[in-house]
């Protein structure tokens, strides 16, 4: 078994925050991050440390059942009062979306003075945006290592059928133990992996979105987002196995990935192409009224398709020529075609944001060809300083039972290929995807890519 010291948050944590070598002031607002075995009988003097006198928890009946009985069990027996909102039992998954933010808020004891989400990426994203409309401050008390979100400043959040990243106030605290995480299912386990092993695709596509866009980029935070990479691949044969240290492992470097989200003030260095596929995958299932598969193993096999396309990448030889002929074929109405078949009725919420962002019309698009093709041998060489054994790496997710490739979680060719193609047009983020059709590659990789699929 691996030794891991646990990692030390305090640095990155003063409430004054602190001067990062890249110019900023970093600060991250979390007044409270314990990681521990065993820890949860704690929360009521972490509550009191803090200022607080009754809580409002909030949970599913998943996670009310995992954790949160124990959490009012905990406050019960110091005569602490509190408030609850639990989520009925559902045959199908509690979605983030409007209707459950309202109930919490619609639900809110406004005896309250802080919301206690009990639970991990949905509750979690559902009480940020309430917590945030609410002007209330919030504490997590995690229930599952499956995802990044727990520190970040943002909510995923399904909004009028579409998946967006809404910023919000990030939690004031979050409690993770470990011992309660030990017990969560191996499929959330798995799903907090591959979200931490998107950042080997991100971290590259944060410099090449530096280069051709001008993006601030900061180093040391990226530092910091590769050493939680590395704690994760280090550690996640040891999580499957239940051990607290591998336990710890995973959720210390998904903390801290989130920690440095909200420290850049960006989802950059921890979200690229790799979490496009997800995105695009789940918006796909949503148009189709359909269940989606958690967030984290999408975004596991999505690295792996990201990472071999940047493989493929940088064997290219671009020339002006070839971008400016693929410019002047563009063809809009095939455009809008293709969204409406692949998004249905939310293909319009891309269309109006090409209207605003005009990423596809020529002038700009060949400005940054031009910026590209300046820049393309240090652009080839920052890929490669950084780029994997995708081999070696879909080997360790093998070895652990994660799903690697789109078929192995039942998804189509067409639908890698649609989300691929796609991912550039949903938001107004430089993806992997952008850079290859700005460079008029679009239809040589969506035939490239069931190859390897």
């Known amino acids: 078994m691996t030794n891991f010291e646990p990692f030390d948050f305090a640095p990155l944590l003063r409430p004054e925050g602190f001067c990062c070598a890249c110019g900023r002031v970093h600060n991250a607002d979390i007044r409270l991050l314990a990681v521990g075995p065993n820890i949860l009988p704690s929360l009521p003097d972490q509550l009191d440390v803090l200022g607080f006198a009754r809580s409002f928890i909030v949970a599913d009946a998943n996670t009310y059942a995992a954790v949160g009985e124990r959490v009012c069990r905990i406050l019960k027996e110091k005569e602490i009062p509190y408030g609850t909102y639990v989520f009925p039992h559902r045959t199908s998954k509690l979605q ?19 919301i206690l989400a009990v639970g991990s990426g949905t509750i979690g994203d559902i009480c940020k945006a309430a917590a945030t409309k609410l002007s209330i401050p919030q504490i997590t008390v995690g229930s599952a290592p499956s995802m990044d979100g727990y520190t970040s400043a943002s909510s995923s959040l399904e909004l009028n059928h579409t998946k967006a990243s809404i910023p919000e106030n990030a939690p004031i605290g979050v409690i993770c133990d470990t011992s309660v995480m030990a017990e969560a299912p191996l499929r959330l386990i798995h799903a907090g992996v591959g979200d931490v092993l998107a ?21 040391p935070t990226a530092a910091l987002v590769r050493q939680a990479y590395e704690r994760v691949t280090d550690g996640m044969e040891s999580a499957v196995r239940r051990e607290e240290t591998g336990i710890r492992a995973v959720i210390e470097g998904l903390l801290l990935s989130g920690i440095c989200m909200t420290l850049a003030g960006t989802s950059r260095p921890a979200s690229g192409q790799e979490h496009y596929f997800s995105h695009c995958w789940e918006m796909m299932a949503i148009a189709r009224g359909e269940e989606y598969e958690l967030h984290g193993i999408y975004v596991g096999v999505g690295t792996l398709l990201a990472l071999r396309i940047l493989e493929k990448l940088i064997t290219l030889h671009p020339t002006l020529e070839h971008a400016e002929a693929a410019a002047e074929r563009f063809d809009e109405s095939a455009w809008e075609a293709r969204l409406h078949r692949v998004f249905g009725q939310t293909a319009e919420s891309f269309i109006a944001l090409e209207k605003k962002t005009q990423k596809n019309e020529k002038t700009r698009r060949m ?3 031009g910026k590209i093709l300046e820049n393309w041998d240090e652009l080839v060489r920052l ?10 790496l879909e080997e360790k997710m093998r070895r652990i039972g994660m799903p690697t490739r789109p078929a192995d979680i039942g998804l ?7 989300a691929f193609v796609c991912s550039r047009d949903t938001r107004d983020k430089y993806l992997t995807s952008s850079l290859i059709w700005d460079l008029g590659y679009m239809d040589e990789f969506e035939s490239w890519l069931p190859e390897i699929l």
């Open 96 to 114: 983030p979306d409007e209707n459950a933010v309202q109930a919490v808020i619609d639900g809110f004891d406004p005896a309250c003075d802080l």
């Open 199 to 219: 950042k080997a695709h991100s971290l590259i596509e944060w410099k090449i979105a530096a280069l051709v866009r001008g993006e601030d980029y900061c180093a």
């Open 367 to 369: 400005q940054r060809v």
């Open 383 to 392: 890929i490669r300083e950084d780029l994997p054994d995708t081999d070696a």
């Open 412 to 418: 189509r060719k067409q639908a890698v290929l649609d």
